[in-house]
């Protein structure tokens, strides 16, 4: 029979990176909420997570990849919402964002988790960001934990 590994939901003694943009923050405060019951609820303590606010989602990568060069970090969650407007913007947003994160996970060697939500409106976002466990900003956290797991699992 084949070896299957898969990460716990464990995270005590991990140290995860918070990058969260402050635009759109009715919707991103509730990210963040989320993402932080998630590390409680699994194990995490206070002094284990950092969270750096950033003005918008396109500032995110910058934080992100100083979080992750620093080597202090486990992972990298970044949370925002980019909503759809008027004009084309969003996907700028996101053909810009997304892929350097992409990157950065590759380059670091650990895991860049993308809790950013990508919506139509803002009733679509705050449906994503509302309560656990359908809050987006705490299934990127749970994400974050077994993907770190996985990682010390496979040495």
């Known amino acids: 029979m084949a070896i299957i590994h898969k990460g716990g939901l464990d995270a005590s003694g991990l140290r995860i990176g918070i990058v969260v943009s402050r635009f759109n923050s009715l919707v991103t405060d509730r990210l963040l909420k989320g993402a932080l019951r998630a590390l409680a609820d699994l194990g995490a303590k206070d002094d284990q997570i950092e969270v750096v606010q950033v003005p918008g989602a396109f500032e995110i990568p910058l934080f992100a990849e100083h979080l992750a060069s ?10 925002g919402a980019i909503v759809r407007g008027d004009t084309q913007h969003h996907e700028y947003l996101g053909h810009a964002i997304f892929p350097a994160l992409q990157n950065m996970q590759i380059t670091h060697r650990r895991p860049i988790i993308v809790g950013i939500l990508t ?3 803002m009733e679509q976002a705050l449906q994503r960001s ?9 299934e990127a956290a749970t994400t974050a934990v077994e993907c770190v797991n996985l990682r010390h699992q496979l040495g």
């Open 119 to 121: 919506t139509e409106n």
């Open 130 to 138: 509302g309560d656990e466990p359908s809050n987006k900003g705490y």
């Open 70 to 79: 620093g080597g202090k970090f486990d992972a990298i969650l970044c949370l």
